[in-house]
Every structure is written in structure tokens, then in C-alpha cells.
């Protein structure tokens, strides 16, 4: 079992930026993705980091948001700047191999 615990979520205004951690119970030196679900909608995935390090983003976060991993502290961070409206979501972050997810946490970006 592989526990994962999100962090970082919280209140911003537009074009602000905050910074989520993800920290496993175990060794994240794989596959490791983030989600967010915004309200009334599904489940999209965000950001994908490979075991070999190589970065996927979703278009709507391209150029804004960077995914990257602390193996040391077993640790997958994810960078967001530029922050809109719409990226208001509960972020997941999600563990390839095994299929661990995070419960979440909460980031609100609004005036």
C-alpha cells in the first residue's frame, strides 16, 4: 500500500501562483501524474512525469505549469503560475504503478 498526501492547495487571485506537493509513503521514482476535477466536471490529467524524468502537460496548462520530483523526499511537486480562473479544481496526485491516488487538495483562484 502507498500512501499519497497532497499540499499546497489554497486561495489565490488571478495570474498568482502556488506550488503542490505530493509525498509518498514509498518510493515515487515512477510514473507519477497530477489530475484536478473542477466542479461539475470529469477528471483531466494535468501533468505526467516519467520514472526517466520526461514531462507531459495537458494544453490548457502548457507553458504555466511544471511538474517535477524530489526522489530524496519522495516528493512530485507541481509549479503553477499564471493561475486562472478556470483552473480552479481539486488536484489528485496519482501514482502510476499500483493506481494510489491522493485525497486532494483544494485550489481556488478568484478576485
Known amino acids: 500500500q502507498v500512501q499519497l498526501v497532497e499540499s499546497g492547495g489554497g486561495l489565490v487571485q488571478p495570474r498568482g501562483s502556488l506550488r503542490l506537493s505530493c509525498v509518498g509513503s514509498r518510493s515515487i521514482l515512477t510514473d507519477m501524474d497530477w489530475h484536478r476535477q473542477a466542479p461539475g466536471k470529469e477528471l483531466e490529467l494535468v501533468a505526467t512525469i516519467t520514472s526517466g524524468g520526461s514531462t507531459s502537460y495537458a494544453d490548457s496548462v502548457k507553458g504555466r505549469f511544471t511538474i517535477s520530483r524530489d526522489n530524496a523526499r519522495n516528493t512530485v511537486y507541481l509549479q503553477m503560475n499564471s493561475l486562472k480562473p478556470e483552473d480552479t479544481a481539486v488536484y489528485y496526485c496519482?501514482?502510476?504503478?499500483?493506481?494510489?491516488w491522493g485525497k486532494g487538495t483544494v485550489v481556488i483562484v478568484s478576485s
Open positions: 496519482h501514482r502510476v504503478l499500483g493506481g494510489y
